[in-house]
């Protein structure tokens, strides 16, 4: 059996490092683009990501402009399973964005070098079509299949 999560268990679930699955409407003719992405959140906050990374353009970049919206969907793969859904709203985007911002979500999947090195590449690719998104949260649907005696 499932439970839903409370916010405060929500909240802490989207904190963890988890790969994001993004989803947003698309062009009349296509279906909505869906797409793993890496993202950045503390409690209370709101979510950030970016994307145009190795220079290219991303198709969901002006998706996410046009419609405004989007999902989020985090999952724990692992057993016990659990997810969150959040619905949002794009209230902000930087370009480029600074390194400190990028820093903080490469962080979370990356070791300190690891992520330093990545973030300075980008910021200096001279064709690059970086993007940071700030998403405000507002609904989300969650499910946690953890035994409640376990």
């Not at 679930?13 to 279906?31: E, T």
Request: glycine share 10%; proline share 6%; net charge negative.
């Amino acid at each position: 059996m499932s439970r839903r999560m409370t916010e405060q268990e929500c909240q802490q679930f989207l904190a963890q490092p988890h790969i994001g699955v993004l989803s947003v409407a698309s062009d009349a003719d296509r279906l909505p683009l869906t797409v793993p992405l890496w993202y950045g959140y503390q409690p209370g906050s709101n979510i950030t990501f970016f994307t145009g990374t190795q220079g290219r353009k991303a198709r969901k970049t002006n998706l996410i402009r046009k419609a405004g919206v989007l999902s989020l969907l985090v999952q724990r793969e692992g057993y016990p399973y659990g997810y969150v859904t959040v619905e949002g709203t794009a209230v902000g985007e930087e370009r480029p964005p600074s390194a400190e911002r990028m820093l903080a979500i490469a962080r979370r999947y990356q070791s300190e070098e690891t992520a330093r090195g990545f973030v300075e590449a980008e910021l200096e690719n001279p064709s690059g079509e970086l993007v940071l998104f700030e998403v405000r949260p507002d609904r989300c649907l969650s499910a946690d299949f953890t035994d409640e005696g376990g």
